[in-house]
């Protein structure tokens, strides 16, 4: 079996790596998001993003690089609020399957999910989830999710952090009061076997 390497660039930007794969989801503007930048060296063989606003469609900024197809990758469109996108349009819900292994990252999800879009994540192995309110669902919603899926592995997401991430949004210290279990790991990545996923609720280092 392969191992998957997921990485974390900050906001809702992660790197997913497998068997001569690698895909970058939702790459943000520099300058878009207070704190973050990306690196200049980030590359990719594939760029996927959830939506056209500027901290989720810097695909221009990956570096595209050789490697094979060897993740199935899949979308379905949800609102990007709780008024059916009229607020803030349309985001991409990704569905990765790398082997026997599951990863969904849920784009800037706006409400809670419908008994469809439930049914369409309930396979989850590992899940990318906003957690910071105000633009997308907030730590209770989103609890309320993970409760409802139970995904081995969750990492949060869309969340402020002191000076890094939008003021308007909830920061982590707050969000641990709806998370007692969250484990705020001291690392940028996560390398793991497709068979055997981590189980826990973290938060990972971003990397600039």
Not at 27 to 34: A, H, I, L
Not at 52 to 73: C, F, I, P, R, T
Not at 76 to 96: L, N, Q, S
């Amino acid at each position: 079996m392969s191992s998957i390497t997921v990485e974390y660039y900050g906001h809702s930007c992660f790197r997913i790596v497998y068997d001569n794969d690698s895909i970058v989801l939702d790459p943000y503007e520099n300058g878009s998001v207070p704190g973050w930048q990306l690196p200049d060296d980030l590359k990719a063989h594939r760029t996927f993003c959830s939506h056209e606003h500027a901290d989720h469609n810097a695909a221009h900024l990956v570096k595209k690089e050789e490697g094979s197809d060897a993740m199935q990758v899949s979308s379905f469109t949800v609102p990007h609020d709780d008024a059916y996108g009229t607020k803030r349009g349309m985001t991409k819900v990704t569905v990765i399957q790398a082997g026997r292994c599951h990863i969904v990252h849920m784009g800037d999800y706006g409400r809670l999910p419908t008994l469809d879009e439930y049914a369409a994540l309930r396979n989850t192995d590992v899940m990318l989830i906003p957690v910071g309110g105000y633009f997308t669902i907030d730590a209770v919603q989103a609890r309320e999710i993970i409760d409802h899926i139970a995904p081995k592995l969750t990492i949060l997401m869309h969340y402020r952090n002191g000076i890094y991430g939008y003021s308007e949004i909830e920061d982590l210290k707050e969000i641990r009061k709806t998370f007692p279990m969250l484990e705020c790991l001291d690392e940028t990545s996560l390398t793991f076997d497709e068979t055997s996923v981590p189980r826990g609720i973290v938060t990972l280092k971003g990397i600039q």
